[in-house]
């Protein structure tokens, strides 16, 4: 790594400033070449993490723009290197000459997620805080956010340290009965136990903790369905919090599905108003029926509308066989009319074990009590307790097909314990679960996947 990249590391387009991150062993003196500072200093000159004011110049001595510049010596930097930074103004032309400048000056562009690599392979982060990073630039929720944050800071690196060196510490024990047998003996096969089920109840409650987290990154598919006028879309609009879709009185109005991104509790939520599921005979309308059915078969999750007008009919048991596979969740509407139809009660009785909520889309009520009831089904029970919730932690599929892994050897290695198998086998099981450890943290990880993850990054990270 001894050459200096270089890239802009703001979004394009104009803005108000544009930041030119430099990095590598020459960058002070590679930014030099262009930058006349106003105190007539050198870049070497400079204290450490301060901004000074000068001026971009071209080969001709020409200005280009009126930056401030600040260096960063190695190690306190982002990528661990000597980092100089440009803050030029923000317009297309001006950052572009700046970075052309740059280049000719000695640096070369960097590659995607350039910065992030050296700052792994220099230490500065491991991979679990390098693919936070990454996370962090593309959350959608403040939820989400707060996650990724949460491994930047090193969160999970911890846990799975700790994971990490007990399993080092039951391997240890293995290998040195199989090394010195007659010196050490058989190992304590009620400690190794014991220290693997704590291992297994670790890794089971982060891998259940994880893919709670993972909804408020990936968010989830919510389908609205029910037969033509029970106020699909009135919910759409309610929950939306504006006019989305259109609302009449007459069935069938809705023919298309309209979709709309949602946040509910922090969970980022793709919400589906679709076509009344009904038998027509008119052409267009047939048309939103079958879009219906293939939005219900891709759903995570079916809000099933019933009206508490008319009571459930033939049309409503008929859609109810359509989602019995799917997670669902039964809503009365139109609970602010005189004459209902319709109790909670009877809907329990008629679909036993769906949960069941009364709304009136009209007067807007019982929304809160809708928005709990689809957080409990997203993400499962939400009165965790203060160790389940520290366990909730933002990985990428990535990690969670390593946590899963790594988990799998711990099963097998106590299977083996209790069954009093040979011990080479239980070490193999127990150094397979340190393996898949160091290949999420990035300690023992392939070169390829390496690369993989580094590809994803935006140029300038």
Same mark, same amino acid.
């Given at each position: 790594?001894?050459?200096?990249?270089?890239?802009?590391?703001?979004?394009?387009?104009?803005?108000?400033?544009?930041?030119?991150?430099?990095?590598?062993?020459?960058?002070?003196?590679?930014?030099?070449?262009?930058?006349?500072?106003?105190?007539?200093?050198?870049?070497?000159?400079?204290?450490?993490?301060?901004?000074?004011?000068?001026?971009?110049?071209?080969?001709?001595?020409?200005?280009?723009?009126?930056?401030?510049?600040?260096?960063?010596?190695?190690?306190?930097?982002?990528?661990?290197?000597?980092?100089?930074?440009?803050?030029?103004?923000? @317009?297309?032309?001006?950052?572009?000459?700046?970075?052309?400048?740059?280049?000719?000056?000695?640096?070369?562009?960097?590659?995607?997620?350039?910065?992030?690599?050296?700052?792994?392979?220099?230490?500065?982060?491991?991979?679990?805080?390098?693919?936070?990073?990454?996370?962090?630039?593309?959350?959608?929720?403040?939820?989400?956010?707060?996650?990724?944050?949460?491994?930047?800071? @090193?969160?999970?690196?911890?846990?799975?340290?700790?994971?990490?060196?007990?399993?080092?510490?039951?391997?240890?024990?293995?290998?040195?009965?199989?090394?010195?047998?007659?010196?050490?003996?058989?190992?304590?096969?009620?400690?190794?136990?014991?220290?693997?089920?704590?291992?297994?109840?670790?890794?089971?409650?982060?891998?259940?903790?994880?893919?709670?987290?993972?909804?408020?990154?990936?968010?989830?598919?919510?389908?609205?369905?029910?037969?033509?006028?029970?106020?699909?879309?009135?919910?759409?609009?309610?929950?939306?919090?504006?006019?989305?879709?259109?609302?009449?009185?007459?069935?069938?109005?809705?023919?298309?599905?309209?979709?709309?991104?949602?946040?509910?509790?922090?969970?980022?939520?793709?919400?589906?108003?679709?076509?009344?599921?009904?038998?027509?005979?008119?052409?267009?309308?047939?048309?939103?029926?079958?879009?219906?059915?293939?939005?219900?078969?891709?759903?995570?999750?079916?809000?099933?509308?019933?009206?508490?007008?008319?009571?459930?009919?033939?049309?409503?048991?008929?859609?109810?066989?359509?989602?019995?596979?799917?997670?669902?969740?039964?809503?009365?509407?139109?609970?602010?009319?005189?004459?209902?139809?319709?109790?909670?009660?009877?809907?329990?009785?008629?679909?036993?074990?769906?949960?069941?909520?009364?709304?009136?889309?009209?007067?807007?009520?019982?929304?809160?009590?809708?928005?709990?009831?689809?957080?409990?089904?997203?993400?499962?029970?939400?009165?965790?307790?203060?160790?389940?919730?520290?366990?909730?932690?933002?990985?990428?599929?990535?990690?969670?097909?390593?946590?899963?892994?790594?988990?799998?050897?711990?099963?097998?290695?106590?299977?083996?314990?209790?069954?009093?198998?040979?011990?080479?086998?239980?070490?193999?099981?127990?150094?397979?679960?340190?393996?898949?450890?160091?290949?999420?943290?990035?300690?023992?990880?392939?070169?390829?996947?390496?690369?993989?993850?580094?590809?994803?990054?935006?140029?300038?990270?």
């Amino acid at each position: 790594m001894g050459d200096c990249i270089a890239a802009i590391s703001t979004p394009p387009g104009e803005g108000g400033i544009a930041v030119i991150r430099v990095s590598g062993e020459s960058a002070p003196e590679i930014v030099d070449k262009i930058f006349l500072s106003r105190s007539g200093k050198k870049i070497r000159e400079f204290r450490s993490h301060s901004l000074n004011l000068g001026y971009i110049r071209d080969e001709n001595g020409t200005l280009v723009d009126e930056v401030l510049v600040s260096r960063m010596d190695a190690p306190r930097s982002y990528t661990g290197e000597n980092v100089v930074e440009i803050n030029c103004h923000g @317009g297309a032309v001006a950052t572009r000459k700046c970075l052309e400048l740059v280049i000719n000056a000695g640096a070369r562009l960097a590659e995607p997620g350039e910065f992030t690599k050296r700052a792994f392979l220099n230490g500065r982060l491991d991979m679990v805080q390098a693919e936070a990073v990454i996370e962090i630039i593309r959350a959608r929720s403040e939820k989400a956010l707060a996650l990724s944050t949460r491994n930047l800071t @090193g969160v999970l690196s911890r846990t799975l340290q700790q994971v990490e060196d007990e399993l080092i510490f039951v391997n240890s024990r293995l290998e040195g009965s199989i090394d010195f047998p007659e010196e050490v003996g058989e190992p304590n096969w009620q400690e190794i136990e014991e220290r693997l089920q704590v291992i297994e109840d670790r890794l089971q409650k982060l891998a259940a903790g994880s893919k709670r987290a993972r909804v408020y990154r990936d968010g989830v598919r919510v389908v609205i369905a029910g037969k033509p006028n029970v106020g699909k879309s009135s919910l759409l609009n309610v929950l939306a919090q504006k006019e989305k879709a259109i609302v009449t009185e007459l069935p069938g109005t809705t023919r298309d599905l309209i979709e709309d991104l949602i946040y509910i509790r922090g969970i980022p939520v793709w919400v589906t108003d679709t076509a009344g599921i009904r038998e027509t005979q008119d052409v267009i309308e047939s048309i939103g029926v079958e879009k219906t059915r293939a939005a219900l078969a891709e759903a995570d999750i079916v809000v099933f509308v019933v009206d508490a007008s008319t009571g459930i009919q033939d049309e409503d048991l008929e859609i109810m066989k359509q989602i019995e596979d799917k997670r669902r969740l039964v809503v009365i509407n139109k609970t602010d009319i005189q004459d209902r139809c319709l109790s909670a009660e009877e809907v329990r009785n008629m679909f036993s074990g769906v949960q069941t909520v009364e709304i009136s889309a009209l007067e807007e009520t019982g929304i809160e009590e809708l928005e709990s009831a689809l957080e409990e089904l997203i993400i499962g029970k939400t009165d965790l307790g203060e160790a389940e919730r520290e366990m909730e932690i933002m990985t990428n599929l990535r990690q969670e097909r390593a946590i899963e892994a790594a988990l799998e050897h711990v099963r097998d290695a106590i299977a083996g314990v209790k069954n009093r198998q040979p011990i080479d086998g239980i070490a193999v099981d127990t150094w397979g679960a340190v393996s898949w450890i160091e290949e999420i943290t990035g300690k023992a990880i392939r070169t390829d996947v390496m690369e993989r993850i580094f590809a994803d990054f935006c140029i300038g990270k």
